[in-house]
């Protein structure tokens, strides 16, 4: 069914949004590219993403926060002639199923299309999320064609913080490219703290990340990627973002379980990024 007790749809401003309340957890999700606005956790009521209070909601641009679905690819398109992070989280997406079990309440969604300029694949995507006590996110790229293809994507989530002065990461190591530095490569620091904008790309396979905030650790469970991608845009980039406030990003970090390096896909072959937050 499309529906169970533990869901409605409500909307807001130009979009619907699927609410999900069940005795473990509450969670929203943007019909608008699928695109998870909240998660709070009924044992402890922390929401544990970020959405910017100036986030748009008129249907055409991704909304600035949650956990925006990249896909086909990550970042700019090798062409430069289309928008970053691909085509899936601008699109209208569809409620598959719903169902409520003793773990939660899990909700399968897909977007109205797979196909799109950039990209020549021919694809299924499929988005599923189980609303419990944690949150899995898991995204499904099965390759319906007859030839190989390729895809980056990511789930780019934007984890709430107290202050990003007082916030540090654990689980990262090896090396990673510096998005603000030419993607130059570096050493993960041992003490990895914030105090400047952020934008990087690490290459290990890292299951568990734990963001230290000043009270709380939200853990990010990864499978399926090839890096991690840690993003603060800090307080230039925060100002000059329409859909930011300019003190943004003291409150915001994201923690990002991608695919960067190229997922190729034989016919028939499935893919699935995963992601759970705790
Ligand atoms: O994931 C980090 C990043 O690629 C940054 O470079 C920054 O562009 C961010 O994503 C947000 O991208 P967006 O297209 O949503 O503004």
């Avoid at 390759?143 to 780019?156: P, W």
């Avoid at 703290?193 to 853990?219: C, G, M, P, W, Y």
Wanted: one cysteine or more.
């Amino acid at each position: 069914m499309l529906l169970t007790n533990s869901t409605q749809i409500i909307t807001r401003k130009s979009i619907q949004v699927l609410q999900i309340d069940n005795a473990l957890g509450f969670a929203e999700i943007a019909l608008f590219g699928g695109h998870i606005l909240s998660f709070t956790p009924k044992h402890d009521g922390r929401e544990r993403l970020w959405v910017s209070e100036n986030a748009i909601y008129d249907g055409k641009k991704a909304i600035r926060g949650g956990v925006p679905i990249c896909w086909p690819w990550f970042g700019d398109h090798k062409s430069d002639e289309f928008g970053a992070h691909g085509y899936v989280r601008d699109q209208a997406w569809h409620i598959v199923q719903s169902q409520d079990s003793e773990l939660g309440t899990l909700v399968t969604l897909q977007p109205a299309t797979t196909q799109g300029p950039g990209f020549d694949g021919q694809t299924e995507l499929t988005l599923t999320v189980l609303v419990g006590k944690t949150l899995t996110i898991q995204l499904n790229s099965k390759n319906i064609g007859e030839t190989n293809t390729s895809i980056n994507c990511a789930l780019h989530t934007y984890f709430a913080v107290s202050d990003i002065n007082q916030t540090h990461l654990s689980g990262l190591q090896g090396k990673y490219l510096d998005k603000t530095r030419d993607f130059d490569s570096f050493d993960t620091p041992s003490n990895y703290q914030f105090n400047e904008e952020t934008d990087r790309v690490h290459l290990f396979k890292a299951s568990e990340v734990t963001i230290h905030d000043q009270q709380t650790e939200t853990s990010v469970l990864s499978e399926g990627h090839d890096s991690i991608v840690v993003w603060n845009p800090w307080q230039e980039k925060s100002i000059s973002m329409a859909d930011m406030a300019d003190d943004s990003y003291l409150t915001m970090l994201c923690v990002e379980t991608a695919v960067t390096q190229g997922q190729i896909l034989s016919p028939g072959q499935v893919h699935t990024l995963q992601q759970i937050i705790r």
